[in-house]
């Protein structure tokens, strides 16, 4: 069991997940870094809880699999569960909430990455929200390498969101629950393809 109190106290541990292609770091709750693919391309997106002081999370590997749950406390009160996991054989990413009360997350870009908000295009799917993130040909990684290639996210959510704000530049409050919602992040073209599998919702 790993416990996390916010990010003020917290030990630094972090876990990772990955099939290959798509790797993810975290932090208890928090998503610190999400690599690929491939997994040689820089890190630029970060999701963290907001922390209103009183936060707090059990997270565990669920035994004999890559799936990691976080059990999320409100003043010692279990108010949601979240499930994270990279599927096996793509380069996404799920994220699974089940939520009594409204928990906030901050979706972070890095301030040279563009953002568009794309939601309509998935308006077939009842879509809450939806942005596409592409760092430029050129951008350096790790400090002395340019990238060769444009290089591309989605990040999809649906279910019981009841807002998602643009608080600054390349920084999205999203807030959830109650309730149940589902993040993706993937590679644009992996989008549609799991938006149509019901095992995704």
């Given at each position: 069991?790993?416990?996390?109190?916010g990010?003020?106290?917290?030990?630094?541990?972090?876990?990772?997940?990955?099939?290959?292609?798509?790797?993810?770091?975290?932090?208890?709750?928090?998503?610190?870094?999400?690599?690929?693919?491939?997994?040689?391309?820089?890190?630029?997106?970060?999701?963290?809880?907001?922390?209103?002081?009183?936060?707090?999370?059990?997270?565990?590997?669920?035994?004999?699999?890559?799936?990691?749950s976080?059990?999320?406390?409100?003043?010692?009160?279990?108010?949601?569960?979240?499930?994270?996991?990279?599927?096996?054989?793509?380069?996404?990413?799920?994220?699974?909430?089940?939520?009594?009360?409204?928990?906030d997350?901050?979706?972070?870009?890095?301030?040279?990455i563009?953002?568009?908000?794309?939601?309509?295009?998935?308006?077939?799917?009842?879509?809450?929200?939806?942005?596409?993130?592409?760092?430029?040909?050129?951008?350096?990684?790790?400090?002395?390498y340019p990238?060769?290639?444009?290089?591309?996210?989605?990040?999809?959510?649906?279910?019981?969101?009841?807002?998602?704000?643009?608080?600054?530049h390349?920084q999205?409050?999203?807030?959830c629950?109650?309730?149940?919602?589902?993040?993706?992040?993937?590679?644009?073209?992996l989008?549609?393809?799991?938006?149509?599998?019901?095992?995704?919702?």
């Amino acid at each position: 069991m790993r416990y996390w109190k916010g990010r003020q106290t917290d030990d630094g541990s972090v876990h990772c997940m990955g099939n290959g292609r798509l790797a993810v770091y975290e932090q208890g709750p928090d998503i610190i870094q999400l690599f690929g693919p491939p997994y040689s391309s820089n890190s630029y997106i970060k999701l963290n809880i907001i922390e209103n002081g009183d936060i707090e999370a059990e997270s565990e590997r669920k035994a004999g699999t890559a799936i990691w749950s976080h059990k999320i406390y409100k003043g010692k009160r279990m108010i949601g569960e979240i499930t994270d996991f990279v599927d096996a054989d793509t380069a996404c990413m799920a994220r699974k909430l089940g939520l009594a009360e409204q928990v906030d997350f901050l979706l972070v870009y890095d301030e040279k990455i563009n953002v568009l908000d794309n939601k309509e295009r998935f308006k077939d799917y009842e879509i809450s929200a939806g942005l596409l993130s592409f760092a430029e040909a050129g951008m350096f990684i790790y400090n002395r390498y340019p990238n060769p290639h444009r290089a591309y996210h989605q990040f999809i959510a649906t279910g019981n969101l009841s807002s998602v704000e643009n608080n600054s530049h390349n920084q999205f409050k999203i807030s959830c629950g109650p309730g149940k919602v589902l993040f993706l992040l993937s590679e644009v073209r992996l989008t549609r393809s799991v938006l149509k599998t019901p095992k995704a919702f």
